[in-house]
T-cell receptor, first 115, second 116 residues
Framework: AQKITQTQPGMFVQEKEAVTLDCTYD???????LFWYKQPSSGEMIFLIY??????QNATEGRYSLNFQKARKSANLVISASQLGDSAMYFC????????????FGAGTRLTVKP | EAGVAQSPRYKIIEKRQSVAFWCNPI?????LYWYQQILGQGPKLLIQ????????DSQLPKDRFSAERLKGVDSTLKIQPAKLEDSAVYLC??????????????FGEGSWLTVV
């Protein structure tokens, strides 16, 4: 069964510094996708970044990058130059295209950016 | 491009009452999902539709929850009778269909349910 683990319930970072949010996953399927979503206090889930299991390079989207270590089954999110608006819940998720293509989420990490 | 629309945004009901949530996915998205997110937890998949057919409803409490997607577009999620533990945010999401893991799932703003 697929499983997503986020071991950091909460993280603090100083404004303008970089922060890494951890995510590990478990699946025996060779084909899968890994996603990160941001959820502000208003509740909407905002898509940040995607990494496919066959992608050779780490995904990047602006200040977001995904540190993909396939052998370790980890997909950590790196946010560079943190901003106050980055304070939110962050969820790691995995999708298995050959298992109904649904998406399962981790428990989330609450990031607080301090001025 | 319009996003996923949900209503109502907020609902407070007493236990044993019923409630219904509505969702309109992004145009052209064949796959529609309903997730339940209890405060402090990650979203949990309740049901997944491909057009108007159910792909996965293994985590839907079928004794009280029901969902339908008539005509393969809009969807309704109903809870009857509601329990206190149903207090949560109900997130509707949609994506393109295809056995490709990179089809991003886009979420609506959610419907916040409080059962008292």
């Amino acid at each position: 069964a697929q499983k997503i683990t986020q071991t950091q319930p909460g993280m603090f970072v100083q404004e303008k510094e970089a922060v890494t949010l951890d995510c590990t996953y478990d699946t025996s399927d060779p084909s899968y996708g890994l996603f990160w979503y941001k959820q502000p206090s208003s509740g909407e889930m905002i898509f940040l970044i995607y990494q496919g299991s066959y992608d050779q390079q780490n995904a990047t989207e602006g200040r977001y990058s995904l540190n993909f270590q396939k052998a370790r089954k980890s997909a950590n999110l790196v946010i560079s130059a943190s901003q106050l608006g980055d304070s939110a819940m962050y969820f790691c998720a995995m999708r298995l295209p050959y298992n109904n293509n649904d998406m399962r989420f981790g428990a989330g990490t609450r990031l607080t950016v301090k001025p | 491009e319009a996003g996923v629309a949900q209503s109502p945004r907020y609902k407070i009901i007493e236990k044993r009452q019923s409630v219904a949530f509505w969702c309109n996915p992004i145009s052209g998205h064949a796959t529609l999902y309903w997730y339940q997110q209890i405060l402090g937890q990650g979203p949990k998949l309740l049901i997944q539709f491909q057009n108007n057919g159910v792909v996965d409803d293994s985590q839907l409490p079928k004794d009280r929850f029901s969902a339908e997607r008539l005509k393969g577009v809009d969807s309704t999620l109903k809870i009857q009778p509601a329990k206190l533990e149903d207090s949560a945010v109900y997130l509707c999401a949609s994506s393109l269909w295809g056995q490709y893991s990179g089809n991003t799932i886009y979420f609506g703003e959610g419907s916040w349910l409080t059962v008292v």
